[in-house]
């Protein structure tokens, strides 16, 4: 299938803002659920997707640059109604992609500038009462829409729901600091209280680190699925709002083979929706992020994969978080 670009500025960047009336321009291209929902008015829709297609610190198998762009295409084979109800009809917004560096190893400080440009478009959406879906790329895109919250929401405090085969808590990765394993490490430093559920994969320097860290608690996978999952309580003293970071090798490699590091031992597909109905019933999500899909050749069924447990996701925030993010 050709696909347009979005639409590109003389200076090269995307054009994102609002207009006069409040609206923002739509993606130049097809846009997630276009196929059900057609391309609604951004200032009708609860849910605004911001592709983020940024890829350079992965360690093992690469791609998931084309992973927003496969996740939105998968979502024209979907259907409005979930099983429960219609997400959709709360209104699904797709931005323009976020310009990402074009070279392969980006420098520090061009990551930089790229995080911050995407961390304004983030708070340009909190500021609509949106609720902002970040589309990775890989996992160290989660920094920027954090930033985004804490700035908005200060001087309340935001809790990450991170679903993981892996802590992503090095201090650094192949001597990238910006990696994609040390995002966690990145914001646990900035003192976010972390919740990490699923992980299976980690080194000795994030085991100690995690352990001796007060603001990081875990269930890793074998603990995760001996409990019962629809009944994971959130620490009480865990924040009232939180930002779901969904990494798909959380899932299990049976059901989510591409991503760039695959592990066993996963969570299934009714095991993750449980856990995330039992973690969003408890508080309220003030924004999310998806993670790490890797699309493989004529593996177009995990491309949906991905955009089923997204939109599931969007669903289980539609009936346990009814109302405008602004509200909460």
């Known amino acids: 299938m050709n696909r347009k670009q979005p639409k590109i500025q003389k200076d090269g960047r995307e054009t994102a803002g609002?207009?006069?009336?409040?609206?923002?321009?739509?993606?130049?291209?097809?846009v997630f659920l276009e196929s059900e929902t057609g391309r609604p008015d951004s200032r009708k829709c609860r849910f605004h997707i911001l592709p983020f297609p940024f890829e350079a610190s992965v360690s093992y198998g690469g791609g998931t640059r084309r992973g927003p762009e496969a996740i939105i295409e998968a979502s024209q084979q979907l259907e409005?109604?979930?099983g429960i109800s219609f997400?959709?009809?709360?209104?699904?917004f797709t931005h323009p992609s976020v310009r990402v560096p074009e070279q392969e190893h980006p420098g520090d400080?061009?990551?930089q500038h790229c995080f911050e440009d995407a961390g304004n478009r983030v708070e340009?959406?909190?500021?609509?009462s949106a609720i902002p879906v970040t589309l990775g790329g890989e996992h160290s895109?989660?920094?920027?829409p954090l930033q985004a919250l804490k700035r908005h929401y200060s001087p309340r405090n935001i809790g990450i729901v991170q679903i993981d085969a892996h802590a992503d808590l090095r201090l650094a990765y192949e001597g990238r600091v910006w990696s994609h394993a040390s995002v966690m490490r990145r914001l646990a430093d900035q003192g976010f209280p972390i919740l990490q559920l699923g992980v299976r994969a980690l080194c000795r320097e994030e085991r100690d680190y995690r352990d001796s860290a007060e603001n990081i608690v875990y269930y890793d996978a074998r603990e995760l699925i001996e409990q019962?999952?629809?009944?994971?309580?959130?620490?009480?003293?865990?924040p009232e709002l939180l930002y779901l970071s969904i990494d798909l090798d959380g899932l299990d490699p049976s059901i989510m083979p591409?991503?760039?590091?695959?592990?066993?031992g996963g969570l299934g597909w009714y095991q993750t929706l449980d856990l995330l109905a039992s973690i969003i019933a408890q508080r309220h999500v003030a924004g999310l992020d998806m993670v790490e899909l890797a699309p493989m050749d004529q593996g177009h069924a995990w491309n949906y994969t991905a955009a089923q447990l997204l939109y599931s996701v969007l669903g289980l925030i539609q009936r346990l978080n009814p109302g405008k993010s602004e509200g909460l």
């Open 141 to 144: 895109i989660s920094y920027a």
């Open 109 to 111: 400080g061009d990551v």
């Open 228 to 238: 019962d999952i629809r009944n994971i309580r959130l620490p009480e003293e865990f």
């Open 80 to 82: 409005l109604y979930d």
């Open 18 to 30: 609002k207009s006069s009336d409040g609206s923002f321009p739509g993606y130049d291209g097809e």
């Open 87 to 92: 997400p959709g009809e709360a209104g699904i």
């Open 124 to 128: 340009q959406i909190l500021q609509s």
């Open 258 to 264: 591409a991503t760039g590091t695959p592990v066993p």
